[in-house]
């Protein structure tokens, strides 16, 4: 199993509380995220940008 840093796992739950309140919006459409997966994707993908620990992507 992949291991994750703090700093990604901080990522992804920030992420998540923004889906569930309705604020969290996808890349170029800048349509709201409704799927569970779509907000944990968002999450790791701006923990990578920020350099924290994360698995690249297969």
């Known amino acids: 199993m992949p291991k994750y840093g703090k700093k990604a796992q901080k990522s992804v739950e920030e992420a998540m509380h923004k889906a569930k309140r309705g ?11 409704k799927s569970r997966k779509q907000a944990i994707a968002i999450g790791l993908s701006e923990a ?9 992507l297969r």
């Open 23 to 33: 604020q969290l919006k996808s890349g170029r459409s800048g349509k709201t995220v």
């Open 48 to 56: 990578r940008e920020k350099g924290a620990k994360v698995p690249p």
